[in-house]
């Protein structure tokens, strides 16, 4: 299994409070990915990164901010959660490259109350 | 934008069914398309994958056969089993190789 944890597990917060998730890597793969899913939604790309300091917007990422300062560490911060923000949460990652497939972590369930 | 559609679910069978679940692309170029799994309180799990037009993926008696001429990607398996029961997802990724995009997911359930 690919050397992927996501932490916490779950949690639950206040609406307003700010929140970050953390994926933790050992596999050193350029790329990491945070996607939430949601009923009937599939996953949907919040942010991915390409590199240390390197990073870019996916399809939903209003309201999400993140940071990857190591290879084996991406971070995603809710500023100020939202009941919307309730959902669960992927880190993936991934050699890149030519087309290569993505590795997933356990998730982490975070409902804001 | 690329775009996945997959066949809504839940799909619930009897066990050794024959199973099939629906996959449609759009997208440009030539993606690569994925199967993941992902079983109850789980991550997701890489299935099958195929890289070019006509390349068939296979896992676990699971097949998908990249059809370039019809953007499908089927999912199927000849006997499923109770052990199959979980969430199936049909990926596409971008020519660059960095980019995933899921379709909605489609709940299998199978019944002994």
């Known amino acids: 299994d690919a050397g992927i944890t996501q932490s916490p597990r779950h949690k639950v917060t206040e609406t307003g409070t700010p929140v970050t998730l953390r994926c933790h890597q050992t596999e050193n793969h350029r790329y990491m990915y945070w996607y939430r899913q949601d009923p009937g939604h599939g996953l949907r790309l919040i942010h991915y990164?390409?590199?240390?300091?390197?990073?870019d917007k996916g399809e939903v990422s209003d309201g999400y901010s993140v940071s990857r300062s190591k290879t084996e560490d991406f971070l995603l911060t809710l500023e100020s959660a939202t009941s919307s923000q309730t959902s669960v949460y992927f880190c993936?990652?991934?050699?890149?490259?030519?087309?290569?497939?993505?590795?997933f972590g356990q998730g982490t369930r975070l409902t804001v109350v | 934008g690329d775009s996945v559609t997959q066949m809504e679910g839940p799909v619930t069978l009897s066990e050794e069914a024959f199973l099939t679940i629906n996959c449609t692309y759009t997208?440009?170029?030539?993606?690569?398309l994925f199967w993941y799994v992902q079983y109850p309180g789980e991550g997701l799990q890489l299935l099958l994958k195929a890289t070019k037009a006509d390349d068939k993926g296979s896992n676990k008696g699971f097949e998908a056969t990249y059809r370039k001429e019809t953007t499908s990607f089927h999912l199927e398996k000849g006997s499923v089993q109770v052990s199959d029961s979980a969430v199936y997802f049909c990926a596409l990724g971008n020519n660059a190789g960095n980019m995933l995009t899921f379709g909605g997911g489609t709940r299998l359930m199978v019944k002994p």
């Open positions: 990164s390409y590199g240390v300091k390197d990073t």
């Open positions: 993936a990652i991934s050699a890149g490259g030519t087309i290569t497939e993505a590795f």
């Open positions: 997208a440009t170029g030539y993606p690569s």
